[in-house]
């Protein structure tokens, strides 16, 4: 399998896995044991590089996480991430990344990894009420204490970014992207490539309309969280699924799936990007990571771009309470 490096000193899978579906979101989670058999196949089947954070569940994600990867956690790079605060019974109640939060979250997530130290350590959201230096500042502190190894921003513009960057170096920029939002391009890749910075696409299948399973007739159930995003809706995805054909289309060409095409585009894009496809079979991980070997050529990408390019996507990606916590300054 190759390898992809982010932030010029993390070496990673070219292509990860993002494990917020193992327990959330995205309908009935599976029995504990076998997410945790899963991840371990995982491993087995080249991935190294596992992205939780300990708001999912919140906490549960972590410790799947944590009993999966003991026994092989030398071989494996753990991303999680803190800046959500949480009331007296759990439940996520906004944003922090106050110093005493981001302390207390990374002594949890150690805990509930089974680990000594967090490879690569997510600020989740950024805090509009605590300055992205003293955020920065104390993520400095916990790798001088060996506590982290890396640092990374998730939904963060590029003022933040460089002003965050100054005070300690950043690895990865974890944000959307992929055929469907494409507004990195215009937002924050020139910033990440221009301070040597690694990019992190999240929902690169655009959570699941890539990889053409989702039809014009789909609904989603109760603990979908596609139920209640603006791009689901059934007018929205008979607009969307446009672009689904287009890319089936090409897909076919190539005797590729949809998704591996999609992921493959993204690869293309910049050495440096690497996405992190959410999945909870191992056939679409192996489906997945064939798409490292499938190799575009300049015609295949400008015809995908193309294709991206000519289709309206209709619907925001987030309900309103959730873009109102994506950082663009």
Same mark, same amino acid.
């Given at each position: ?68 990867? *003991? ?170 699924? *446009? ?59 400008? *015809? ?26």
């Amino acid at each position: 399998m190759p390898t992809r490096t982010l932030g010029n000193t993390l070496t990673v899978s070219p292509i990860g896995l993002g494990c917020m579906g193992i327990s959330q979101s995205f309908g009935p989670s599976p029995e504990r044991p076998d997410m945790v058999s899963f991840l371990r196949q995982a491993v087995d089947h080249g991935i190294t590089f596992f992205d939780t954070a300990e708001v999912y569940g919140p906490f549960a994600n972590e410790e799947i996480v944590g009993e999966a990867l *003991e026994p092989v956690r030398d071989q494996v790079v753990i991303a999680t991430k803190f800046g959500f605060a949480f009331d007296e019974s759990g439940h996520q109640s906004g944003v922090s990344s106050r110093s005493e939060n981001i302390r207390a979250a990374v002594d949890g997530s150690l805990r509930r990894l089974r680990t000594d130290v967090i490879d690569l350590l997510y600020q989740h959201r950024v805090d509009p009420d605590v300055p992205i230096e003293d955020v920065a500042g104390t993520v400095k502190e916990l790798i001088t204490a060996g506590k982290v190894r890396h640092f990374g921003l998730s939904e963060a513009g590029p003022t933040t970014i460089r002003r965050a960057h100054a005070v300690q170096a950043v690895t990865a920029l974890q944000s959307e992207y992929s055929l469907f939002w494409r507004e990195p391009e215009q937002s924050v890749l020139e910033t990440v490539e221009e301070l040597g910075i690694g990019f992190v696409p999240f929902s690169p299948l655009g959570r699941g309309l890539l990889t053409g399973q989702v039809t014009r007739d789909s609904t989603f159930g109760a603990g979908d969280i596609r139920a209640t995003l603006p791009r689901f809706t059934p007018e929205a995805l008979a607009s969307n699924l *446009e672009l689904v054909d287009k890319v089936t289309a090409i897909a076919a060409r190539l005797r590729a799936t949809p998704g591996q095409v999609a992921l493959a585009w993204l690869l293309a894009r910049k050495p440096w990007i690497v996405p992190i496809p959410g999945t909870r079979r191992l056939e679409r991980l192996d489906e997945n990571l064939a798409a490292a070997e499938l190799d575009l050529d300049q015609d295949d990408i400008d *015809e995908l771009t193309e294709a991206s390019d000519s289709v309206d996507v209709q619907g925001d990606r987030y309900p309103a309470a959730m873009q109102a916590m994506v950082d663009r300054t």
